[in-house]
């Protein structure tokens, strides 16, 4: 019998409690039903959810499946062809001097996790993190994004429909609703989004003392040298860039590149963009749309905040000289439409750096270059090499995906080895975040913690250690008191044995 649809935020965590509280969800036979109804769930309801990301965030029904429901798919086939490993106790070895004994480590489920998920992919990063919980044996909250209202919806009544109606609870809402939720005690919450209401989750979790995986984001930077592959790494890094319309976390923010690449790759990028969305994107039946005004005008702001009022759209090439001069100039796109929610791909010339390894202030930093942009638009910033890149990426707070597209392995190594971030991309970029056998998470004020695959039965599970010492032969008496003068060498010497 399901729960009574009118019941409170508070409400509903308590009927998931009972139901974990139950003893139902850690029976290995409940986990893969779970994960079975979840794959129906999203292949049975696939024209609805796609209907309803296309209402949200005009994303094409091929796209919603690449970046949505493929994603989550990929999660739970994964999740179902190794849950019997991972769920099996393992076995570990003892130090010498505590043998005969055996040890092993036993995965149990957590309790209660909440799901908090972001509007830009509203049924990816809620149903993905849900792959892990229902795999490790927990009972769920849902949380979806109310600024995606019309997946929310849908979720709201497929998931009671395919999942478990008491132990998988989803909470429709807003503000009012999620802070009720953030009141309640749960044993883990996922929150993906920006920084600010992280802090607020992070702040109701230690009321609880319950731990908390967050999701964020920052200013991913790419670096570019390949002059030998430029369009194929253009097209690669359009594509990353303006798919959903630059609505994207793990999407590069900016390009670091040196004064003479400004230019030609500004020039292949427009090409890249002009092959995949056409002249006009907002024609594009596969180009996306800004979710709302709020974020529309954030974002022209962000724009028109380094750029000289008034300034024409300039077709990469057209302007003279390598470098990115003394202020921020246009290169290709730049068009907008408010009524439509239309931001067209838009690639903007930044002036240089006077030190790539300073700390940026708000003083001597454009807020384009300040904050994650989130949208459609590409500054690409000119530095003397890779050794200048790495300086002004340390420099910055860390962030969620660094991609490096280079001709030399010795550059690519440098990055991996000298930066720091959630992930990093070899000539590649986006992909490494729906990839089950790869961990995903931030680091420092890109996030904490990480899920996919075995990354995620382990973040909501407890893994247990259970150790057996049997008393008889009870050798543990060697190194209890009294300590006589063999006793304190035989202690010495087991203790320096592994």
């Not at 989550?72 to 490993?85: D, F, I, Q, Y």
């Not at 570990?92 to 992919?121: D, K, M, S």
């Not at 999620?178 to 993906?192: A, G, K, N, W």
């Not at 010492?469 to 006589?484: A, N």
């Amino acid at each position: 019998m399901g729960a009574d649809p009118g019941t409170s935020p508070a409400g509903r965590v308590q009927v998931a409690r009972a139901a974990f509280d139950s003893g139902s969800t850690r029976s290995p036979e409940w986990r893969r039903a779970q994960l079975c109804g979840l794959r129906r769930l999203l292949t049975e309801g696939a024209r609805e959810l796609e209907d309803a990301l296309w209402a949200d965030l005009h994303r094409s029904r091929t796209e919603s499946q690449l970046t949505e429901v493929g994603v989550v798919l990929s999660e739970v086939s994964h999740a179902l062809r190794h849950l019997g490993r991972w769920t099996r106790p393992r076995h570990v070895p003892l130090p010498v001097a505590l043998r005969p004994a055996t040890a092993r480590v036993v995965p149990e489920p957590l309790g209660v996790v909440l799901v908090i998920a972001p509007w830009n992919y509203p049924l990816q990063l809620l149903l993905c993190p849900l792959v892990g919980v229902l795999a490790a044996g927990n009972a769920a909250v849902l949380k979806p994004s109310e600024l995606a209202p019309h997946v929310s919806h849908v979720l709201a009544r497929l998931v009671p429909r395919y999942l478990d109606a008491e132990a998988v609870q989803v909470v429709e809402g807003a503000v009012p609703e999620t802070t009720e939720l953030l009141e309640q005690r749960f044993d883990h919450i996922v929150y993906t989004g920006g920084a600010g209401v992280a802090r607020v989750v992070m702040r109701a979790a230690a009321e609880h003392l319950t731990p908390v995986t967050l999701e964020l984001g920052g200013k991913s930077p790419v670096w570019f040298d390949d002059d030998a592959h430029i369009d194929a790494a253009a097209r690669r890094i359009a594509w990353a860039k303006f798919v959903n319309a630059g609505q994207t976390c793990v999407a590069p923010d900016h390009v670091l590149t040196t004064p003479e690449r400004v230019e030609p790759l500004a020039g292949a990028i427009r090409r890249a963009v002009e092959g995949m969305w056409g002249k006009d994107p907002s024609r594009s039946p596969d180009y996306g749309r800004i979710v709302n005004t709020a974020h529309f005008d954030r974002l022209i702001g962000l724009l028109d905040g380094v750029l000289t009022p008034g300034e024409d759209v300039v077709s990469a090439g057209d302007s003279a000289g390598g470098a990115a001069g003394s202020a921020a100039r246009l290169l290709s796109g730049g068009g907008r439409d408010r009524e439509a929610l239309h931001i067209e791909p838009t690639v903007v010339a930044m002036p240089a750096p006077d030190d790539p390894p300073a700390v940026r202030t708000p003083a001597d930093t454009p807020a384009l270059m300040a904050e994650e942009i989130f949208g459609p638009i590409l500054p690409i910033v000119p530095v003397p090499d890779a050794a200048a890149a790495i300086d002004h990426v340390r420099a910055g707070a860390k962030p969620l995906a660094l991609y490096v597209f280079s001709s030399s392995k010795r550059t690519q190594e440098d990055f991996v080895a000298h930066t720091s971030s959630g992930g990093v991309g070899l000539d590649v970029a986006l992909v490494h975040a729906g990839i089950p056998t790869l961990p995903f998470g931030g680091v420092g004020a890109s996030g904490i913690g990480a899920y996919h695959g075995e990354a995620s039965f382990s973040t909501f599970s407890h893994l247990k250690p259970v150790l057996h010492k049997q008393l008889v032969p009870d050798t543990l008496r060697m190194v209890q008191p009294p300590f006589s003068r063999v006793r304190r060498a035989l202690v010495r010497a087991a203790t320096r044995r592994a």
